[in-house]
């Protein structure tokens, strides 16, 4: 059997965004259903999937329009009390082969409805890879159930074949989420914050900041009660992307509604953040001034480091971090990262770069590659970040970071510390 | 509509059932999907995913590989894989996409098996199909492809078919040896389950075969027919509290809803009562009585349970909620492949 396949960070440096090892490569192998793999391929009841992500909007339900096998594990989803949200119709051999069932779905429609006690606030369908093979007009086909059931009703493009795509099937599904949003008087003292389907973190210092420059409502999905919540969302002045797939979602809003939009990226290096901060201070129009944050946040990591000098981490996918970006963060702060299980794309290939100039021998693994079923854990490594990265490194003290709360900026820093503080002290203690 | 879930959600596909009785016969399985079946098979179908190694993996499709049918591509990566795993053959199992697009599954297994030197079965499964068409077909090609006849019979020696989680609710064939030990033989095989293709290549060592679920019955006639071994029909692993439950029953409608040999088997543990047995899945004609109802739909289910008049109802819980005007008992027996509860889950 071969060993799992890992690239030192310095390595992978030498070589471009374009020069990718096979094993980093998934279109060049077969793929490994790591925990990071199910994540995305399979999310279950932990995290967004398509499926979750389609029900975002408050009072919708959804149509799973495809043979049995997609929409199996949304078992799942019931234990989070989707079970009265979700509809199937199933399709045999020869609907998927000939389509057949497309002039089904208006009344299918409409018989889910007849099921409902109260008149959802739009009906999302779902389609599937068959969708994609045969395609599927799936703008005509919500038109023709909105004719007949007079209900709003929107595509969720769960396209697992075009997951490399520009447009992957989660930018598209927040394109859609957002797609019900009318044109209305934009508000000057409101904004919204895109990217994830779950609300920030309640203490994130980026709601204080952005209340200090006069902004008095914040829009988010995740805090969206009803569907006349939702719909205040497009009254904002400006959204705030903080995740790169909703940009597509957020330039249909520019064009669709005036909204004008600034992308933001979660980071952990504090330096960083605080250059963040001031550019988007600029772009409003105001100082946000985030000395108080930032200041909290270097004790926190200068506090940690004095309490833990020498431990050595393992750093997963799985979690609400860009693995390479968080390496480099911690390195940068003193810390050895040994082992990244991650995908390379060509947005992070950067601190790949950055990695390789502090920290050369940094192992890089492929979550997705085959020979990841014979990965054996390195024996230095005494903190695990990720669920990926705690499964691999089962026995020592870890934290998954995948909270549904969406960290962001220094609050991201705040909580990440405390966490591997608790687990540490947890584990030292003799108590994991 | 005949085909719309209202209230239930999907039951475990074919491609599922495929990978059961794969997953630990020594294969380099592929599934050859773009990466969702595949979720759905190791993220919840396959209850040993975590806690068995097997080479089971997504041959990650794109819309490009389907589109010009890149069949060579797949055979590549197949042949690079069994080059970093060890494998006695290789498994390719179908979902929606090689089904829309008529890929020539026999071609790819003479592709796969000139490439990579391994014996290679390739599946028709489509996703459509429930999880009990997807083990049959598995079962059929294995023993057909793999039983060797060099074999003499062991005393003692029982195989059994059927074994999977899906069927049983159990990781392990512990408790399906135990409950089968005592009534015919000292040496259980549960073929896949603790068991790889070894003793399917030496299926004729077995005295007898024990058929646990319908999905192992037709291959339980060919091994029968071609090797003489003659087989039974049993059914294990409900919970003991179940058991009491449903024994303690007296003068009562019942309905008892699982795969059709353990819903039997239960059956034969009531006595005073009128019983159906009633399942989502494959039913055999020979061992239906009068009453047995295949169910085909969500609405013909609910009708059943309307109509029937039922003072008990022993099914998975989950199809509660099909059923909000039942009154009667409720009785839970778990079925993995209905709501993905194993049994020591209840």
Known sequence: MTEAYYITASELAKRSYDDLPDELNSAKHMIYSSPATLDFNSPGAKGFGVKRAGLAIPGSVMLLIAPGCCGRNTALLNELGYSERFFYLMLDDTDIVTGRYISKIPQACAELLEELETEPSVVMLCVTCVDALLGTDMERVCRACEDLTGVKTAPAYMYALTREKRLPPMGLIRKSVYSLLEPQKRRSNECSIMGFFSALEDDCELYALLRSIGIKNIHELGRCKTFNDYQMISRSNFSLVLNSEARAAAQDMQSRLGIPFIELTRMFRISKIHNQYALLGQALGSQLDDTEYMNNAKNIVDSFRNKYPGEVFAIGESLNADCFELALALTEYGFRVAEIYGTVGERNFVFVKKLAELSPDTRIYSNLSPTMMNYEPLKDVTVAIGADAMYYHSDIAGTPFNEEEQPFGYRAVELLFNKLDKVLSESRGGAR | ?346
């Open chain 2, 1 to 346: 509509m005949k085909k719309l879930l209202k209230h239930l959600s999907p039951l475990a596909p074919d491609d599922s059932g495929a990978c059961s009785v794969l997953y630990e016969m020594g294969a380099v399985t592929v599934i050859c999907d773009a990466g969702g079946c595949a979720g759905n098979v190791c993220g919840f179908d396959e209850p040993r995913w975590f806690t068995k190694r097997s080479a089971l993996f997504s041959a990650g499709l794109r819309d490009m590989d389907a589109i010009l049918g890149r069949d060579e591509l797949l055979v590549k990566k197949l042949s690079l894989i069994c080059e970093q795993v060890d494998a006695r053959f290789t498994a390719i199992v179908g979902t929606p996409v090689p089904a829309v697009i008529a890929t020539d599954m026999r071609a790819i297994e003479r592709m796969a098996e000139k490439r990579t030197g391994l014996p290679c079965i390739a599946l028709n499964t489509d996703g459509t199909n429930l999880y009990d068409y997807g083990e049959e077909m598995v079962y059929k090609r294995l023993f057909e492809q793999f039983v060797s006849d060099e074999y003499s019979t062991v005393k003692g020696r029982v195989g059994v078919l059927g074994a999977t989680p899906l069927n049983t609710g159990e990781l392990t064939s512990d408790r399906i040896k135990g409950e089968l030990r005592s009534e015919y033989g000292t040496d259980v095989v549960c073929f896949g389950l603790d068991s790889g293709i070894d003793d399917i290549i030496r299926a004729c060592e077995c005295e007898k075969i024990v058929v646990i679920a319908p999905s192992g019955l037709a291959i339980a006639r060919f091994l029968n027919k071609k090797y003489g071994i003659p087989y039974d029909v049993s059914g294990c692993c409900i919970d003991k509290n179940v058991l009491e439950a449903a024994k303690a029953l007296d003068n009562k409608k019942v309905l008892i809803i699982h795969q059709q040999f353990t819903a039997d088997y239960l059956r034969e543990q009531l006595s005073g009562c009128d019983v159906t047995c009633a399942s989502w899945f494959k039913m055999v004609a020979s061992y239906k009585q009068e009453n047995d109802v295949h169910i085909k739909g969500e609405d013909q289910f609910i009708e059943l349970v309307e109509n029937g008049d039922f003072d008990v109802i022993i099914a998975d819980s989950f199809f509660k909620r099909a059923l909000n005007t039942f009154k009667g008992e409720w009785i839970d027996l778990p079925h993995f492949a209905v709501s993905g509860r194993l049994n020591k889950d209840i």
